[in-house]
């Protein structure tokens, strides 16, 4: 499997000890599709502020253990299903981009939508877990859109598509493949893989074990040249 992605230029984050005013390097990547849309926003806007954008598969492991709450729900996609891990959406800290841009949540919203990004939430609510998480759903953001409820079980529809879109045979391993990746991913077995990767231990070579096994094992082919803003 080989992911897509365009190195990004230098784009802002917040203030303080944690950003000190700039994303983070390692999350200067997209897919170049969704890329070439940010920077459309981010020529519309003068610049919005990010938090994250690309995350390695280690990177989503960790975000995934860590963000849970006392009732055991995760905040974020586990290894293979983050479309941060396809170079999909971005996060962005909402408080200084509505500052710098001198606009409300709905201001932003609408910013964004023209450029094919959406909320991950679909209830509007701009405070809550995800209001900062926006989805490129390109031209067929309608569509997509619909596959959501009020259920914040469906959110995850829209992204999902786009991953298969993208990415959708490439993830849907055979036997042969699945016996030549596992050395890559520095497993001896498919039960040392899934405890490598937090998935269910039982030895079988499922959809998920399969799609997980792929996205670890990727390569990737970086465009290092600027994204076109035409």
């Known amino acids: 499997m080989i992911i897509r992605l365009q190195a990004l230029p230098q784009l802002a984050g917040p203030p303080g000890d944690d950003y000190h005013g700039l994303a983070p390097k390692r999350a200067l990547y997209m897919h170049p599709e969704a890329?070439?849309?940010?920077?459309?926003?981010?020529?519309?806007?003068?610049?919005l502020v990010y938090t994250d954008i690309y995350r390695s598969p280690g990177a989503i492991r960790e975000a995934y253990r860590d963000k849970i709450t006392a009732t055991g729900q995760h905040f974020s996609q586990p290894v293979g299903y983050s479309y941060h891990g396809f170079g999909g959406c971005p996060d962005l800290a909402v408080a200084e981009t509505l500052k710098k841009l001198e606009t409300n949540y709905d201001g932003l919203c609408t910013l964004m939508e023209a450029?094919?990004?959406?909320?991950?939430?679909?209830?509007?609510?701009?405070?809550?877990?995800?209001?900062?998480?926006?989805?490129?759903?390109?031209?067929?953001?309608?569509?997509?859109?619909?596959?959501?409820?009020?259920?914040?079980?469906?959110w995850g529809r829209p992204a999902e598509?786009?991953?298969?879109?993208?990415?959708?045979?490439?993830?849907?391993?055979?036997?042969?493949?699945?016996?030549?990746?596992?050395?890559?991913?520095?497993?001896?077995?498919?039960?040392?893989?899934?405890?490598?990767?937090?998935?269910?231990?039982?030895?079988?070579?499922?959809?998920?074990?399969?799609?997980?096994?792929?996205?670890?094992?990727?390569?990737?082919?970086?465009?290092?040249?600027?994204?076109?803003?035409?």
């Open 115 to 154: 450029r094919h990004f959406f909320c991950h939430r679909r209830d509007g609510n701009p405070t809550a877990s995800e209001s900062w998480h926006f989805n490129y759903l390109g031209d067929d953001a309608d569509a997509l859109l619909d596959l959501t409820t009020a259920d914040h079980a469906t």
């Open 35 to 47: 890329a070439h849309a940010l920077m459309l926003v981010e020529k519309d806007t003068g610049g």
């Open 161 to 230: 598509a786009m991953i298969q879109k993208w990415y959708g045979a490439d993830l849907r391993l055979t036997n042969e493949q699945i016996d030549l990746l596992l050395p890559i991913a520095h497993a001896t077995n498919v039960k040392d893989f899934q405890r490598q990767w937090d998935l269910v231990v039982d030895g079988v070579a499922g959809v998920k074990t399969r799609r997980v096994l792929a996205f670890v094992t990727a390569q990737y082919d970086i465009e290092t040249d600027p994204p076109a803003v035409a």
